[in-house]
């Protein structure tokens, strides 16, 4: 084989506020992850190995949200070490789980949880990694999808934009040949919304999408809460519904996600 | 050509010959069957499979199966799925490209599944959408090498409708519900009191040779007659119509409508409409490489006007908004089709209604737009009127 090597590019993975799931998906690659090792030096992996090689880092993976001011130091740090910096997962990318702090009250949980609340620092929100610096990918779902991970990885071995349509669920879903479980069964489902990536898991076992992949490229919220509704779904359960895996993320995109283009 | 084709009647047994017989010819049997509260089309083993039954209460963004007391196979309407799943599958390799030991590249065209078709239930629109799509993916000079393939070697059987839904349309724009070509058996469903039984039509040689192999009796006139009956009873039960106007110049005409705003507050852009749509034949192509960087692998898969990657140029999509996006859409379907390929692109299956989450309905829609475009050139007459009033001595 004559493929040309240049110096190997070197990896970094990283781990702010989060469950530790996405970074499993990546060792989760098995038979890939060997031809991995052969084609990058992953340097830093603490998951994976004790031994971490200093920056900089050609590709950096980060999971987790920023959730305290250590967070939101590291991470300069990280960017600062990483030619480029991809995030992985709804934590990563919109603040996760965790970002249901960002609709409560941070004090009176630290002061109810804790048997010391001054030992514990936090910040008052989880924040998605792009609210920090700047991030050159972002790969979504809780957790992200093994595919799409050694598509991001490989394409940008290759030099080449990956392949991540960011279209609706549904495109998936009706590819896949899912009888639609809003239209045929009246279940709330958040697939015209989020963004593709899963392969439409959840309308294949008849539940609705959760919209764990945060969403798509083109949201209309206005139009489906209608739906929801119908569903039975009130305003507070409509509410949970959208916010369980990418807080705020939903509430604030519009339909209009860039200006026409006239001839 | 033949003499004269074949017209015969086949009770339940003959009907599970027919479909014997064609597996036993080496086809894999596509037809309607129940699953998750829907019609589905899936591989049948056995007429038994078929939706006996079932029937489907449909609305625009809603569908449910009903029971039917009659036990009839073929009562239903349109599923989510048309037969392009079958000839246009979602997603299809095109080719493999492998660096050589002496580091050169090698691009071979991917070898493809050729499965032997027999469609088992194909409505007469979408007989039509079939015709369609043959004109779009195996005429002219770009041709889809799987799709001939694949279609070339289909056997049709067409299920005249005898019970449409509430989402169809097919009079309004000429593609059913009978089924006149395009077909090599095409069936109509009886159940009355001489029993559950299937007028046959063969509509081609193999058609013809078909039936001789399947226990069946001759047509009598009675049996004949019912059938065309209950096709023409179907004709005045449509769900729907489209406007009766010429849709190709009112869609051209209505470029600049307010309508469009309307319809895009409404509409997810969730692409629904156009993967349901038995004519929509759009497909993307991406490149994936392995991790080794010495296999490469260019994709086919289905995508949508709807997709803003779909009309990515540099810098951006050209249809950004959701108001272009539904533009296209109905504008390509109603309109511009004809003059890509002489025809328009809708049959009147209603599945775009059907399975649109919000329900959004394109007779709705083409309505509104004539309306709109009515009212429009009213007013421009009434001006015109006025100014010629006012210039009057
Ligand atoms: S089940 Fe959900 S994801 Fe699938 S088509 Fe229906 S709305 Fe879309
Ligand atoms: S018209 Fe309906 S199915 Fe089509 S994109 Fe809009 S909401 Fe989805
Ligand atoms: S546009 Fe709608 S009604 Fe017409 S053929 Fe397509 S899915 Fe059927
Ligand atoms: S309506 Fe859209 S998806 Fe369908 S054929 Fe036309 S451009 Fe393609």
Redesign the interface.
Known sequence: MSTPSPAVPTLAVFKLASCDGCQLTLLDCEDEFLALAGRVRIAHFPEASSSVDPGPYDLGLVEGSVTTPDDARRIREIRAQCRVLVTIGACATAGGIQALRNFADVEEFRRTVYARPDYIETLATSTPVSAHVDVDFELRGCPIDRGQLLEVLTAFLAGRKPDVPNHSVCFECKRRGTVCVTVAHGTPCLGPVTHAGCGAICPAYGRGCYGCFGPSGSVNLPALIPLLHRDGLDDPATERFLRTFNAAAFDTCDNESGKEVRP | MSERRTTAVLDRTGLDALVQVLRARGRTVIGPTV????V?LADLATAEELPFGWGTEVEA?????VPRADGAAFAHTT???SWK?FLHP??EKVWDAD?T???RLSVAEAPRARPSYAFLGVRPCDLRAVAIQDRVLAGGRYQDRGYRERRAGAFLIAAECTEPGATCFCVSMGSGPGADAGFDLALTELVDETGHRFHVRAGSDAGDELLAEVPHRPAEPETQAAARDAVDAARERMGRAMPPVDLRTLLGDSLEADRWDDV?????????CT??CPTCFCTTT?????????HAERWQ??D?C????FSYLHG?????????RYRQWLTHKLSTWYEQFGSSGCVGCGRCI?????GIDITEEASALHDELAARLRRHDQEGENGRKESEP
Not at chain 2, 264 to 272: E, F, P, Q
Not at chain 2, 286 to 294: A, K, P, R, S
Not at chain 2, 354 to 358: A, D, L, S
């Open positions: 699953r998750d509260g829907a589905v963004g809603r569908y449910r199966l599923g989510p799925q799943a979602e997603r660096r030991a002496d580091g895009a507050a409404r509409c997810l852009t969730c692409g629904n993967m349901v991406e490149e994936i490489t392995d991790l080794t960087g010495d898969r289905w949508s709807f997709d803003l990657d951006g999509p050209v249809r950004a908004s959701a108001r272009s059907t399975w649109c989450p919000v």
